[in-house]
């Protein structure tokens, strides 16, 4: 399918336009770069560009597509650090393997979900910062209490070697002196919360909305600036509603669902 048939069938008429869809995501503007990744993914996953096939040159996508060739290499390398596509000196790009999934992640919605362990080998968790806080954390939901002290951690999650999460957290610090920066270093650290409170656990709030990326979670994730993201708050207090974990998490946009089971 090409795009201009592409674009004809999401909007229901045969006139459509040689360029991507001015997308938006909430109103936030969807770059054409992260539009062109997921037009290239559906093309290898449906077959179009066959696996172990030469994909069309540069050239000719930029004629097909009517966008900068800047935008389509940015495009094409998000797919070769992906691991789906590669590019050879004097004989062209191939396409090496199919994609694993439509979406890169799915926001957990219900606490059983969140303790899962997370069995994806392919992430990888980058620590940028791990350090008793300086100052304690504002609460995203309201009601309880603040600890007197809390460890402050910051990290970015890596899949295929592309950044797609990025977020810090606030740790009661006495509970994470017990349960250590290892408990912490995977997707899942509601697991080792639950571990380590067992029933002494008290309520988890979370709140999900779409922003935009400032300039810091832009280079995070590799993204333009203002790129579409999902923005992750967390909270989770003991029995005596003292707060033990608060989280701000951003999810890159382009690459993210969340479903829910309505009945």
């Known amino acids: 399918m090409t795009l201009r048939e592409d674009i004809a069938a999401r909007s229901g008429n045969g006139r459509g336009s040689a360029r991507p869809l001015a997308a938006s995501f909430n109103g936030v503007p969807v770059p054409i770069y992260a539009q062109l990744v997921t037009l290239f993914r559906r093309r290898i996953e449906s077959g179009e560009w066959a696996l172990h096939q030469q994909m069309p040159t540069l050239e000719s996508l930029v004629e097909e597509l009517g966008v900068a060739r800047a935008t389509i290499r940015h495009a094409i390398g998000f797919l070769e650090r992906e691991g789906l596509i590669g590019r050879y000196r004097g004989r062209g790009t191939f396409v090496l393997a199919q994609p694993e999934s439509e979406v890169w992640h799915e926001i957990p919605t219900d606490w059983d979900t969140l303790i899962q362990p997370d069995r994806d080998r392919t992430i990888k968790v980058e620590w940028l910062v791990c350090k008793p806080a300086e100052n304690l954390p504002v609460p995203s939901h309201a009601g309880g209490t603040l600890a007197p002290a809390y460890q402050y951690t910051r990290r970015v999650f890596h899949r295929h070697g592309v950044p797609y999460f990025t977020g810090y957290s606030y740790i009661e ?14 997707t899942a650290p509601m697991r080792s919360l ?41 909270s989770v207090f003991d029995r005596d509603d003292m707060l033990v974990y608060e989280s701000e998490g951003f999810h890159r946009g382009d690459f993210v669902r969340i479903r829910t089971q309505l009945r």
């Not at 349960?179 to 995977?186: A, L, S, T, V």
């Not at 067992?198 to 300039?215: E, F, H, P, W, Y």
């Open 173 to 186: 610090r006495r509970a994470f002196q017990a349960i250590g920066k290892k408990g912490f270093g995977d």
């Open 194 to 234: 639950q571990s380590h409170f067992k029933k002494s656990l008290g309520r988890a709030m979370q709140t999900i909305n779409v922003g935009s990326a400032d300039m810091e979670t832009a280079r995070l994730l590799d993204v333009p600036l203002n790129a579409p993201v999902v923005v992750l708050h967390r």
